[in-house]
């Protein structure tokens, strides 16, 4: 598997991986191919997955500028045709706590708003007429253990009285009577306004909202070398980056950078040591027969996640399977051992041991993108034009929408709000060669955390 802190390329025109997604999603919709000549352009944005798509279909449709979307592959070919479809109010793995002591309130507030304006930006697209499956409304989070259910309720009460925020608190017999018998969880909370929904069918609406909108989306077009020179072009003297594709050479005045965990090994100077991505595993049962549901009480379609320091998160799909996913491989060469896939069916069956007979049915993983600082980074190079969104840290179905939307405004020189997702640029990992050898380290670390404390 192309593995981004070891590769140059993601590849061109690879399909989708043998995911749930794509197999049951059906067609994809028209794209407009890829780059065949030299071409000249205001906006080239690098990545269709949904930061891209967002950014090119916010440029278009709030400031008329109309973007050239450039896709090694397939659109959301990285983790948005490959993620588990969580609508979350959140992104990063920053707590708003943490947050709070280190910016202040308003600021911390600031933050919040935005995550949420993620969801409504999301939920508001979809009801202009995306057939993405959308489950009932319902984020559940478990506690993996005793101790972790009163964390909960103490987060709970916390962002009921900081944002009003309708949490509800479920002890272990509530939980397992009214929603789903898993024998892993100790209580949980529950907020009213996550859901689930199909990713892969979320980006394709993005799609035919952007090509309607005017902008174009050149799948199979890796940018393979980025030229920057200064502005001597006499017909566009502003222009600077030549960004060359197989097929042709895009000359743009302005480039957003929106591969996330895909971004290539040394693609450009503003990201380098600047990520660590991190494999994500999915599998997908067979469909779970009435009796297998009756016997495991798995009444909801809610997404589902644990408080363990290396997560496990699940839902049961409209057709009756099972998606549960936790961490994949270290490296992308071992990312394909059934190893992984069986461990995580191994953990859904202590879960719920009425699934003994299920079988996997799907397995695939992705590259989330970590940041030092564990949250999400939009920024702009003032000198170069260049502007870039990743960081989501494996939470950013919702949120890069809302970054796509924020990145258009930057390129288009409007002023975004003064927060530190939009005026800080990613901190640099230290020891960046040994980055992996870190992740190894923080695996047995939350190994034993969540196993001991
Ligand atoms: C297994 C898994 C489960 C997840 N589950 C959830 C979830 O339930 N909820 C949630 O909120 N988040 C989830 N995430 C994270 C979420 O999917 C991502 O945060 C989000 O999709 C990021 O979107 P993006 O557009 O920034 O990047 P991507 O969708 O990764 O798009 C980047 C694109 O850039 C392209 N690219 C890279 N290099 C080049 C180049 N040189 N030239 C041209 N194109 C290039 C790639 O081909 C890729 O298509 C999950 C991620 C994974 C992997």
Not at 195 to 220: D, M
Not at 420 to 443: E, H, M, S
Request: charged content about 15%; some cysteine; overall charge positive.
């Amino acid at each position: 598997m192309y593995d981004p802190l070891h590769d140059k390329s993601p590849g061109c025109f690879q399909p989708y991986p043998n995911s749930y997604w794509a197999e049951t999603s059906g067609t994809a919709p028209s794209d407009d191919g890829p780059i065949t000549q030299d071409i000249t352009v205001d906006v080239a944005i690098i990545g269709a997955g949904y930061t891209g798509l967002s950014c090119a279909l916010h440029l278009a449709r709030e400031h008329g500028i109309k973007a050239h979307v450039l896709e090694a592959n397939q659109t959301a070919w990285g983790c948005s045709g490959r993620n588990a479809g969580f609508i979350l109010k959140s992104s990063g793995r920053k707590s708003f706590t943490t947050m709070q002591k280190q910016w202040g309130e308003e600021v911390m507030r600031g933050i919040y708003n935005e995550m949420a304006s993620g969801v409504s930006t999301v939920n508001s697209l979809i009801a202009e007429g995306i057939d993405c499956d959308p489950q009932a409304l319902g984020y559940i989070k478990v506690a993996h253990k005793a101790n972790k259910f009163n964390d909960l309720v103490t987060l709970a009460k916390l962002q009921q009285k900081m944002f009003n925020y309708d949490v509800q608190i479920l002890s272990r017999e509530q939980l397992h009577q009214e929603y789903m018998a898993d024998k892993n969880a100790f209580g949980a909370i529950r907020y009213q306004d996550g859901f689930g929904l199909n990713p892969l069918k979320l980006a394709w609406g993005y799609q035919t909202f952007a090509r309607n909108a005017g902008v174009q989306i050149h799948t199979g077009s890796p940018v393979e070398h980025w030229l920057t020179q200064s502005g001597s072009n006499k017909t566009r003297p502003s222009a600077q980056h030549r960004l060359v594709t197989p097929n042709g050479i895009v000359t743009a005045d302005k480039v957003v950078i929106a591969t996330n965990g895909y971004t290539p090994k040394g693609f450009h100077p503003l990201i380098t040591n600047k990520t660590l991505p991190v494999l994500s595993q999915i599998i997908v049962t067979e469909p779970l027969s009435d009796e297998q549901i009756a016997a495991s009480n798995f009444l909801t379609n809610n997404v589902v996640m644990d408080t363990r320091e290396l997560k496990y998160y699940y839902r049961k799909l409209p057709d009756n399977r099972i998606l549960f996913g936790g961490r994949g491989a270290i490296t992308g060469k071992s990312a394909e051992d059934p190893y992984y896939a069986n461990r995580l069916l191994s953990v859904l069956k202590t879960s719920f041991p009425a699934l003994q007979a299920v079988n996997i049915a799907y397995a695939w993983s992705g590259w989330i993108c970590m940041a030092l600082d564990d949250l999400p980074h939009i920024y702009q190079n003032q000198q170069n034009n260049v502007f870039y969104s990743m960081g989501y840290c494996g939470s950013g179905v919702s949120f890069s929408v809302q970054a796509g939307k924020r990145l258009a405004e930057k390129v288009a020189g409007k002023t975004v709000p003064d927060l530190p997702l939009y005026n800080k640029a990613l901190p640099t990992f230290p020891f960046a060669p040994l980055r992996r050898v870190g992740q190894w380290g923080f695996f047995h670390y939350g190994k034993i955390k969540d196993q001991w404390f």
